[in-house]
């Protein structure tokens, strides 16, 4: 995945990236993580990005963060696309 994903960032920005969430999460309550893949599994090719998303969502244990706050961005960078999960939009379901 390396060669794909400076295709897309490059060092600073993940330095940019990661300076701005760690200030956000100083002054919230929220978690943020990302999550960067390549491409889709073969099993997965049916799959909404947005399945894809929740399915990493629960993977990484987010919906259990502190006072429910947890967001994940997700990068499918073979298809150059993106999404993003705020776990209060998996309580609505």
Do not use: W
Not at 22 to 45: F, Y
């Amino acid at each position: 995945m390396n060669e794909i994903i400076y295709h897309f960032f490059d060092d600073d920005d993940f330095l940019r990236i990661s300076g701005k969430i760690s200030e956000v999460e100083l002054i919230t309550s929220g978690e943020i993580r990302v999550s960067i893949k390549e491409e889709r599994k073969l099993s997965e090719r049916n799959s909404t990005l947005r399945a894809l998303c929740e399915k990493e969502f629960y993977k990484l244990n987010m919906h259990q963060t502190k006072d429910k706050t947890g967001i994940l961005l997700f990068f499918l960078l073979g298809e150059e696309n993106f999404t993003f999960l705020p776990i209060k939009a998996l309580m609505k379901k």
